[in-house]
């Protein structure tokens, strides 16, 4: 789902690549922080809890709370520790995929 963001671009003049977010296609700066911009472009929440079923997004920034996991190629992966790839398929990681943190 995408949300209006109170996030910014440091450079909106750098270099955009195009990235899948579940269904939709979004352009993201090239080497960026991959939460920080997926945040920028509006995107939340970045998964739900298996149990509650709460959405969740970044929280930390630093690899800290596993609050930011996303599914890239088939791994449960934390995106405040990636980097924004040209041609990342990047999707909410399936509830049976995530333990409750
Ligand atoms: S935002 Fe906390 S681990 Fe990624």
Redesign the pocket.
């Known amino acids: 789902m995408k949300t209006d963001s109170p996030f910014r671009e440091i450079d909106p003049q750098s270099d955009h690549v195009l990235v899948r977010f579940e269904e939709e296609d979004l352009m993201l700066p090239l080497g960026e922080n991959l ?1 920080g911009a997926l945040l920028v472009a509006g995107v939340m929440p970045f998964r739900h809890t298996p149990v509650s079923g709460a959405p969740r997004g ?11 996991l996303v599914l890239i190629d088939g791994m449960t992966v ?4 990636l980097q924004v790839a040209e041609g990342m398929k990047v999707g909410m990681p399936s509830a049976d995929r995530v333990h409750d943190v």
Request: net charge negative; hydrophobic share 45%; with cysteine.
């Open positions: 939460a970044p929280f930390c920034m630093m690899g800290a709370c596993y609050d930011c934390q995106a405040c520790m």
